[in-house]
């Protein structure tokens, strides 16, 4: 079962920055926040993961609480494209592989 | 990044019959691959894993009868699904983590339409 829960839309204006919170109040200490996103009909598409330290690359930032048990997506200058399903996902390590359980999404719509 | 495809993209069967639908890694080799269903507007839904050389691991309440899996290769896994019904209608998408323990990546998923 997902260890997520994430609000299930939000509306962002193009250029500003979208913040996409998730909680995941139950997680281990040696587990991963992942963040994902899917645009229609297509495979999803890694952005972010993180520990416990804040993660920035090309996409986007990744703010982790320091009790770990919520996080935010922040992508800087939101673009029409950015609009899909964003999931937060913690990883469970089991020795057949790290599955990802994947929680409801955000759907999030950019408007121009 | 690695790269996962997936074939076909598209199918459209009739009730009663099997379609098989592949996942292949394309430049790494694939020890364990995820498969993934994922119904209109909902989420993706974990389905099994398959691990190259032995049986698939299904998740509760997925029928491995009904969803085969074989895993013969260390680039190629198919998912056959035996006597569809337009309720298996769906979007199926296979994953692997690839070469790192961390990333996983995932196939452009297989659009499968019963009728």
């Known amino acids: 079962d997902a260890k997520t829960t994430q609000p299930t839309s939000m509306d962002c204006a193009e250029g500003r920055a979208a913040n996409l919170p998730c909680n995941h109040s139950?997680?281990?200490?040696?587990?991963?926040v992942y963040w994902y996103r899917q645009i229609h009909s297509q495979g999803p598409q890694y952005i972010i993961h993180g520990l416990k330290n804040n993660e920035t690359n090309e996409m986007a930032s990744l703010i982790i609480t320091e009790d770990r048990k919520s996080s935010t997506l922040i992508l800087p200058h939101a673009t029409l494209r950015d609009t899909a399903v964003y999931y937060c996902?913690?990883?469970?390590?089991?020795?057949?592989?790290?599955?990802?359980?994947f929680g409801t999404g955000t759907s999030l719509t950019v408007i121009p | 990044g690695a790269v996962v495809s997936q074939h076909p993209s598209r199918v459209i069967c009739k009730s009663g019959t099997s379609v098989k639908i592949e996942c292949r890694s394309l430049?790494?080799?694939?020890?364990?691959m995820f498969w993934y269903r994922q119904f209109p507007k909902k989420s993706l839904m974990l389905m099994a894993t398959?691990?190259?050389?032995?049986?698939?691991?299904?998740e509760q309440g997925v029928e491995k009868d009904k969803f085969l899996i074989n895993h013969a290769s260390l680039t190629l896994s198919t998912l056959t699904v035996t006597s569809a019904h337009p309720e298996d209608s769906s979007f199926y998408i296979c994953s692997t983590p690839g070469t790192s323990t961390y990333e996983q990546y995932f196939g452009p998923g297989t659009r499968l339409t019963v009728t």
């Open positions: 398959s691990n190259e050389g032995s049986k698939a691991t299904y």
């Open positions: 996902i913690v990883r469970v390590a089991t020795n057949t592989g790290n599955q990802f359980y």
């Open positions: 139950t997680i281990s200490g040696n587990e991963y």
């Open positions: 430049d790494f080799q694939a020890t364990t």
